[in-house]
């Protein structure tokens, strides 16, 4: 039997348990031992962290080979138009290679969504849209590259999903475990 956590991750946390000494980390949320994360989130990148206790199950969730979706809601300068999603559908060429297809499509802002602290960057005169965007690998930082090499820089980006895991009605800073 293993369980995993399904952690809500906030801005500015560091995905590990050791602190730096400059950010907080998952030991400020979680206090389980033997836990540890099914993959990264950036420091500036919010949403779903999966955590495991077993190692075989963390090498399921993290490896490329099984390809999990992973699902963002990705706000970005400006509003995409149909030429910058279809680019993204058919993939985008990035320094490291071609990321692999994405499903991409625009969409209102999430409802119930938690205020980001600290705010977003806002410019009168640019507007900002939402996307959601599922991609099938992890190369770094890769949804905040997609959408920049398209002239839409990311904002804010939250993970929703990992394979069959969401975030759902989790809030932030919150975790929920699960037998798998």
């Not at 080979?65 to 680019?87: C, N």
């Not at 994405?102 to 969504?113: C, D, F, H, S």
């Not at 920049?148 to 820089?153: E, H, I, M, N, V």
Request: hydrophobic content about 40%.
């Amino acid at each position: 039997m293993s369980r995993i956590l399904l952690f809500n991750k906030p801005f500015g946390v560091i995905c590990q348990f050791s602190r730096d000494g400059m950010h907080p980390t998952l030991a400020d949320y979680i206090a389980l031992p033997n836990f540890y994360p099914a993959g990264r989130l950036d420091t500036d990148s919010e949403g779903l962290l999966l955590l495991t206790d077993d190692g075989m199950l963390q090498h399921r969730i993290t490896d490329p080979k099984h390809k999990q979706p992973k699902t963002y809601w990705v706000q970005v300068e400006g509003v995409p138009d149909a030429a910058a999603l279809a680019q993204l559908q058919r993939g985008v060429q990035l320094k490291n290679g071609l990321t692999l297809p994405a499903e991409a499509r625009l969409i209102t802002p999430p409802e119930n969504l938690w205020r980001r602290n600290p705010p977003i960057r806002e410019r009168k005169a640019i507007p900002t849209s939402w996307l959601e965007l599922t991609i099938r690998e992890g190369k770094n930082r890769q949804v905040r590259r997609m959408t920049a090499a398209l002239g839409y820089p990311t904002l804010r980006l939250i993970r929703y999903s990992i394979g069959e895991w969401a975030v759902d009605d989790l809030q932030v800073g919150a975790w929920r475990e699960l037998v798998v």
